[in-house]
């Protein structure tokens, strides 16, 4: 479902957001850690931290509607992709090994643009990280303009 132009998008240094529910249709959001995309599946591993934002990774949970959004800070090019959580848990060594370099990354850059690190310290933590494998269901184009929330096809998400 994910074209190599939106793999490379995704896995770049963008912000990532997420938001689920509770079983009463609530939505609870917080902020990414890193993804990777399975070449072989094609389903994310998404990471989220648990201690940052545990009412939206607590909803996270198996069977149940995600959505992911992931943002350039540069330009606000952005895309969401929607999903279902199929596997979640704690973050092997590999995907905290991806997840602090994500962070790290994502403080430089955004510093870079003028954030405070005090300002980014509510929002980044690559601390008790879990991992959300979602399988993609639909992909929208988020970019602010007048194709704002299409749906995109998995050709013109590539």
Not at 12 to 18: K, N, Y
Not at 80 to 106: C, F, L, M, N, S
Request: one cysteine or more; a positive charge.
């Amino acid at each position: 479902m994910l074209g190599p132009e939106l793999v490379e998008f995704i896995e770049s240094p963008v912000m990532i957001l997420f938001a689920t529910r509770d079983e009463a249709g609530r939505p609870m959001i917080g902020r990414g850690s890193g993804v990777r995309v399975d070449r072989q599946s094609g389903n994310l591993h998404f990471l989220a931290s648990r201690s940052q934002w545990p009412r939206a990774v607590g909803e996270a949970l198996v069977g149940r509607p995600i959505a992911t959004t992931y943002v350039r800070a540069t330009d606000y090019k952005a895309c969401q992709i929607k999903g279902r959580v199929v596997e979640a848990g704690p973050a092997d060594e590999a995907h905290r090994a991806r997840g602090v370099a994500y962070v790290a990354e994502q403080l430089a850059r955004m510093m870079a643009l003028g954030v405070t690190r005090m300002q980014l310290s509510s929002t980044l933590s690559d601390q008790e990280l879990v991992c959300l494998t979602i399988a993609p269901q639909a992909i929208f184009e988020q970019t602010p303009g007048p194709g704002a929330g299409r749906r995109l096809t998995p050709e013109a998400a590539a």
